[in-house]
């Protein structure tokens, strides 16, 4: 019943140490996006794919990268994560970008770097 | 910049009574707002998406309404229960259909 499944769901790593975080969706939505969402604050976009089209936004850290092989799956990959890295990364999907295009989100990765 | 504001950040209620959470966004030029739920440690769920040339929106309980020449969004829920306590976040979409998020405000339903 899923959409969009998120791996781990919780993940913990030592400072400086690379991490990757999995997202897949069954919706064959063309648009996947990775947010970070620290402690009591709103997500923050990191970069989003419109199909194999990467699009990174203007302050993502060099640190984040990603990679989608295929349509179903995304990854978050942080290279080497410090301690202000802890936070939610919450992955979505949408059909297409536009005026009714709602967001589909996964129920997110709780990464904390030690 | 786009800055999007909720208030207040947190809420209690009791359980039955109607309440009005707050939005505020800074530039007007948007495409549309939407209202999520975020429940502890988990993603995101929408619950309405108004349209810029929209004025209103109604799901169940629900309804928000928009403003978007005074910068304002509000979501009211009827007859609050205990299964509604989650965060709720506004968020709108700029000309490039990016969405920009409120820190949200926690609603606690008392029993």
């Known amino acids: 019943d899923a959409m969009v499944i998120q791996n781990p769901r919780y993940q913990v790593t030592q400072f400086g140490k690379p991490v990757t975080l999995s997202c897949s969706q069954t919706l064959n939505h063309n648009v996947m996006y990775w947010y970070q969402q620290k402690s009591s604050q709103a997500p923050k976009l990191l970069f989003h794919?419109?199909?194999?089209?990467?699009?990174n936004e203007a302050d993502t850290p060099d640190n984040f990268q990603s990679r989608r092989p295929n349509t179903s799956f995304c990854f978050l990959d942080i290279r080497s994560p410090g301690l202000g890295d802890t936070a939610m990364y919450l992955c979505a999907t949408s059909r297409e970008i536009g005026l009714q295009e709602t967001q589909y989100f996964g129920p997110g990765t709780r990464l904390l770097v030690l | 910049k786009q800055e999007v504001t909720q208030i207040p950040a947190a809420l209690s209620v009791p359980e039955g009574e109607n309440l009005v959470l707050n939005c505020s966004f800074t530039d007007s030029a948007i495409y549309n707002l939407q209202w999520f739920r975020q429940d502890p440690g988990k993603g995101l769920t929408s619950l309405l998406l108004i349209q810029s040339s929209q004025r209103e929106q109604t799901s169940g309980r629900l309804n928000a309404s928009l403003d978007k020449s005074s910068g304002r969004s509000t979501l009211y829920i009827a007859a609050s229960q205990p299964g509604d306590s989650a965060t709720y976040l506004c968020?709108?979409?700029?000309?490039?259909?990016?969405?920009?998020f409120g820190s949200g405000t926690r609603l606690l339903v008392r029993p």
């Open positions: 794919y419109y199909d194999k089209d990467f699009n």
């Open positions: 968020a709108v979409a700029d000309s490039s259909y990016k969405l920009i």
